[in-house]
């Protein structure tokens, strides 16, 4: 288990140019050649010799990881960082819910002086409060049930909270848009998420869905095709993000580490994911 990892390289293979030992690495949650005809569209997540950590490849909660396509997969962070423990949290969530949630902007559209909403409060909606504000969202409402959640998502950038449900949220988005959001981020993958998605986007508008689809069977398509309401969504190319966002925490600029919310060792692994199933904990970080 465990795709979402950051580690000191011990050692590299005959063929690995740009990584050396003693660097400091952090990884995507897919791993890739970075070669390919699609790493070089930037779609990392469908290399053609990709996978996932812990599907086709030993995770990141252990004590040592092998990283294939080393050159492909990782990126260097500067030696810069170390005894710099606040920084190296900020950088942790790049490997997967920053990077997820700003791909979630990226397809719906997001731009400066806009109006987003985000359906989710959990780490990668509210990273993509934080995704929303850094490409200059002026509105940011985000839907969510949990107050804690949602008072950090107010904290990240979120100007207006909406804790209904269903159709009551809808409306309430409506009526607070004048029609809908322009970009709507989907970060969920249920069928309530997407249908709420779907009724909250307004016309012309785009709906980016980063939330892993369980169970959506059916979907609006006559409010999608009269809305004229683009729907874009996949498993989030990390890679092609990661020394942009990575760019922004060394400067200071982004600081996703409030997600993590629970420190634990590698025996406290169990302990992490009942947390995390109880909804006592919003991301468990693993300290070896
Ligand atoms: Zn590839």
Known sequence: MGHEWM???????????????????IAPFAFSDGTCEFCRKGLYTNCLHGGFWGQTHDGGQAEAIRSPFADGTLVVVPSSVEGDEARLRAILPLTDVMGTGHYAAVLAGVHPGGTVAIVGDGAVGLCGVLAARRLGAG????????????????????????????????????????????????CVGTKASMDTAVAIARPG?????????????????????????????????VRAYLPEL???????????????????????????YDAMDQRKALKVMVRL
């Open 7 to 25: 580690g000191m390289v011990e050692d590299v293979g005959s063929q690995v140019t740009t990584i050396k030992r003693g660097d400091r690495v």
């Open 139 to 186: 509105r940011i409402l985000l839907l969510g049930h949990q107050e804690s959640r949602l008072e950090l998502g107010r904290r990240f950038g979120a100007t207006d909270l909406v804790t209904s449900r269903g159709e009551q949220a809808e409306r309430e988005v409506i009526e607070l848009t004048a029609g809908g959001a322009e970009a709507v981020m989907e």
């Open 205 to 237: 508008g785009s709906i980016g869905y980063v939330g892993v689809p369980h169970g959506i069977e059916q979907i609006n398509l006559e409010r999608l095709f009269f809305g004229h309401i683009a729907l874009r969504g996949g498993s989030a190319p």
């Open 246 to 272: 990575l760019a922004d925490v060394l400067a200071g600029r982004l600081d996703p580490s409030p997600v993590l919310d629970l420190t634990v060792d590698l025996d406290g692994v169990p302990s992490g």
